[in-house]
């Protein structure tokens, strides 16, 4: 299962780093083309779903390298137990947030199935559902992190 998951992140960043590169050209040439009379609209619907998907796919890759959502300052100043317990709670709270986002992001993707791109014409879930399946990537991410901590 480890093997499986870390097949998962790797494809993970293959895909964030592939689509921040393709909102970058496209966002260039865009604007390029544009001060020639040139405008490609499309660009930049299809920027902004990338960006969404980018936002949330690098939430979770952040999460899992690094300690995004940590203020060690503080949290140094108690006895290692408190520390445990502070960690946890925050974790829970991190966790809750995250149930939240992915319950309310699902009702939200599939009301804006019928708002369409106006230039690449599909729908616009395309966009909203990574608001659940990031929140969804990012608990998985969070309770091993947690079960690490608690070993």
């Known amino acids: 299962m480890k093997k499986i998951y870390g097949y998962f992140c790797k494809l993970e960043e293959i895909a964030v780093v592939v689509f921040l590169i393709t909102v970058t050209f496209l966002v260039f ?11 490609l609209n499309w660009a930049i619907d299809l920027s902004l779903l990338l960006f969404a998907w980018i936002v ?6 952040a999460l899992r390298n690094t300690e995004l959502v940590s203020v060690d300052m503080f949290l140094t100043k108690f006895p290692q137990v408190v520390q445990k317990y502070i960690l946890l709670l925050w974790n829970i709270i991190i966790i809750l947030f ?6 309310y992001g699902v ?5 804006s199935s019928k708002r369409l791109f106006q230039t690449l014409g599909i729908s616009y879930s395309w966009a909203t559902i990574s608001v659940p399946i990031g929140a969804i990537l990012m608990l998985i991410t969070t309770a091993i992190k947690l079960t690490k901590a608690m070993k």
């Open 107 to 111: 009702p939200l993707a599939l009301e």
């Open 98 to 103: 995250l149930g939240f986002l992915a319950w």
């Open 56 to 61: 949330f796919l690098g939430a979770d890759m």
């Open 29 to 39: 040439i865009s604007a390029v083309l544009r001060s020639f009379d040139y405008p």
